[in-house]
T-cell receptor, first 109, second 114 residues
Framework: GQNIDQPTEMTATEGAIVQINCTYQ??????LFWYQQHAGEAPTFLSY??LDGLEEKGRFSSFLSRSKGYSYLLLKELQMKDSASYLC??????????WGAGTKLIIKP | IAGITQAPTSQILAAGRRMTLRCTQD?????MYWYRQDLGLGLRLIHY???????GKGEVPDGYSVSRANTDDFPLTLASAVPSQTSVYFC?????????????FGPGTRLTVL
C-alpha cells in the first residue's frame, strides 16, 4: 500500500526554526510537494522536489532524499502567521498525489 | 473570476438526496481534481480529469460521479447522499497532471449529510 507519514502536531516559538519531517512509501515517485493549509482554508503550494537535495525559497526550505523515502520542510524565523497545517504529498507512478494527514504547527509567542 | 470557485460554500443535505457540487476555473488548466478532506486523514482523490472530455477514478470514487464537458467546469454529483459523505470537498486544477505542476485549490464546500 501507499503511505505518507508525518507528525500530527508540533509546537515552536516565534522567531525560532522548525523542521517538519515526512517519510513515504509509494508506488513510483514523480516528485514531492509541500502545501500549507490555514484552518478553514484551502491548501496552498509551498514547494516541489524531484531531485535529491535542498530547495530554498525565502524562509522556507525543502529537502528530499529519494533513497531514504524522506523529506523535510524547514521553516526559519517563525512568525505567528506560520501557524497552520503543513501537508506532504507524493506524485505516484499514475501521476496522482498521495497526501499525508498533515502536521499542525502551533507557534507560541 | 480569479482562480477556482466552488459552490455552494456549505450545505446540509438529507440522506438519499441528490447533490451537485460546482467547480469552475478560469486559468485554462487542462487537469482538474476532486478531493475530500476528513479529520485525521489526508486529502483523498475522488475523481480527476486530465483534459476536457475525459475523466478517471481516484482512490475513493464510489457514490460520486463527475463530468468534464468543457475546460472550465468540473461538477461533482452525489447520486444518493449517505452520512459517510459528510466531509469538506475541495476542487483543484493544474496545467497538467505530470511533473511539478502545482495544484491550485478552490475554497472548498463543507457538506453535512444527515
Amino acid at each position: 500500500g501507499q503511505n505518507i507519514d508525518q507528525p500530527t502536531e508540533m509546537t515552536a516559538t516565534e522567531g525560532a526554526i522548525v523542521q517538519i519531517n515526512c517519510t513515504y512509501q509509494t508506488s513510483g515517485f514523480n516528485g514531492l510537494f509541500w502545501y500549507q493549509q490555514h484552518a478553514g482554508e484551502a491548501p496552498t503550494f509551498l514547494s516541489y522536489n524531484v531531485l535529491d537535495g535542498l530547495e530554498e525559497k525565502g524562509r522556507f526550505s525543502s529537502f528530499l532524499s529519494r533513497s531514504k523515502g524522506y523529506s523535510y520542510l524547514l521553516l526559519k524565523e517563525l512568525q505567528m502567521k506560520d501557524s497552520a497545517s503543513y501537508l506532504c504529498a507524493v506524485l505516484d507512478s499514475n501521476y496522482q498525489l498521495i497526501w499525508g494527514a498533515g502536521t499542525k504547527l502551533i507557534i507560541k509567542p | 473570476i480569479a482562480g477556482i470557485t466552488q459552490a455552494p460554500t456549505s450545505q446540509i443535505l438529507a440522506a438519499g438526496r441528490r447533490m451537485t457540487l460546482r467547480c469552475t476555473q478560469d486559468m485554462r488548466h487542462n487537469a482538474m481534481y476532486w478531493y475530500r478532506q476528513d479529520l485525521g486523514l489526508g486529502l483523498r482523490l475522488i475523481h480527476y480529469s486530465n483534459t476536457a472530455g475525459t475523466t478517471g477514478k481516484g482512490e475513493v470514487p464510489d457514490g460520486y460521479s463527475v463530468s468534464r464537458a468543457n475546460t472550465d467546469d468540473f461538477p461533482l454529483t452525489l447520486a444518493s447522499a449517505v452520512p459517510s459523505q459528510t466531509s469538506v470537498y475541495f476542487c483543484a486544477s493544474s496545467d497538467s497532471i505530470s511533473g511539478g505542476n502545482e495544484q491550485f485549490f478552490g475554497p472548498g464546500t463543507r457538506l453535512t449529510v444527515l
